[in-house]
């Protein structure tokens, strides 16, 4: 592309009139947003490593596990339902299932762009579909999720002395201390309103898709720029998957 | 309206069958990582090798979705770097801080 236009004796590439870079305006706009995006998802993983770390760790046997204020939960403990198998012990495999579902959906995403660069547009009409129906059934998936997740299990716990309490709110919860749920929240909450806004672009590229707005500008990039979002939305659940839900 | 007259002008290319393979083996081994990660999560103990494991393998499968689905290791090496580097210091400030976080479990600070 353009990093290979000549540049004329005694000038650099830098002086203007090519892309050192190599990618169009949009297109490096998009990675630096992904960057800074990138910093601001950093940050709440890095307090909640901070936090998390700070607070003692439970030591005992996993089968002897029990929810606690004093010591930070074991995740597999907490995360252990599954929709319409109620009261089966099934620790992540409904968090499992949503890492498959997204995995699955950024698969269909480059699709779409493989699509638009041989300016194929039933073919990235349906690869777009296909992400968008991903996209939704994540959200779905981590409703339920936060449902549970709020509404609590069988068995409360106690909070302070002579007091149960079921679920998870801001101020207590019954699976750990009150830090943990409120990473829950703003973690997996700040990740789900990207998922969400990934949707609606997606669902944008799509419409411009089927109105031939694409074809009649020649060029599909618009694919490419909104693909490269929503695999940052799939790495961002990939890193949140580990540190939040395995570590 | 000369919207027909534009779509009669643009060729449609048949599909790259071996660009396409390439990213279903890309998405293949993606889904096997997660299926090891799942297989160490259930068989092996709590400790720092287990979490150096999943971290590990994190990156493994980070590496694997920037490099080929964000196609960014066959970008220019500047805009490689200009991503990459950043991200080294985020990771210098995960391990310092969780290093604090230890240090005031122990009650030293």
């Known amino acids: ?247 | 309206m000369t919207h027909g007259e534009d779509e009669a002008h643009i060729t449609v290319l048949p599909p790259d069958k071996e660009k396409i393979k390439k990213l279903w083996t890309v998405a293949g081994i993606l889904g096997i990582v997660t299926a090891i990660e799942f297989l160490i999560a259930f068989t092996m103990h709590a400790g720092p090798l287990k979490t150096a494991i999943f971290i590990g393998l994190t990156i493994v499968k980070a590496g694997y979705i920037v490099g080929e689905f964000m196609h960014l290791r066959y970008e220019v090496k500047v805009l490689f770097w200009s991503i990459l580097i950043p991200m080294i210091f985020v990771v210098w400030m995960l391990v310092a801080f969780v290093y604090e976080g230890i240090t005031i479990a122990d009650g030293r600070l």
């Open chain 1, 1 to 247: 592309m353009s990093s290979t236009t000549t540049v004329a004796p005694g000038r650099s590439e830098w002086d203007g009139g090519v892309s050192p870079m190599g990618v169009s305006y949009g297109k490096l706009m998009m990675w630096f947003f992904l960057l800074s995006d990138a910093f601001t998802f950093s940050a709440l993983l890095v307090t909640y490593g901070l936090v998390r770390s700070s607070h003692k760790a439970y030591e005992g046997a996993v089968d002897a596990f029990q929810f606690s204020q004093a010591y930070w939960p074991i995740p597999e403990k907490v995360f252990e339902a599954v929709p319409f198998l109620h009261g089966i012990s099934a620790p992540l495999v409904f968090v499992g299932i949503m890492t498959f579902i997204l995995i699955m959906s950024s698969v269909t995403m480059v699709l779409a762009v493989e699509a638009g660069h041989r300016m194929d547009r039933k073919a990235v009409e349906k690869w777009m579909l296909w992400t968008i129906l991903g996209g939704l059934a994540f959200l779905g998936c981590q409703a339920w999720e936060w449902a549970h997740f709020i509404h609590g299990a069988e068995a409360g716990d106690a909070v302070a002395e002579g007091t149960t309490f079921f679920g998870a709110n801001l101020a207590h919860n019954q699976y750990g201390p009150p830090d943990f749920a409120a990473f829950f929240f703003f973690i997996t909450g700040f990740h789900g309103f990207h998922v969400f806004s990934g949707v609606c672009l997606n669902f944008l590229i799509y419409y411009n898709t089927v109105m031939g707005t694409y074809d009649q500008r020649g060029h599909y990039e618009m694919v490419e720029k909104v693909g490269l979002y929503w695999h940052f939305v799939d790495l961002v659940w990939v890193f949140v998957f580990t540190f939040f839900y395995l570590v």
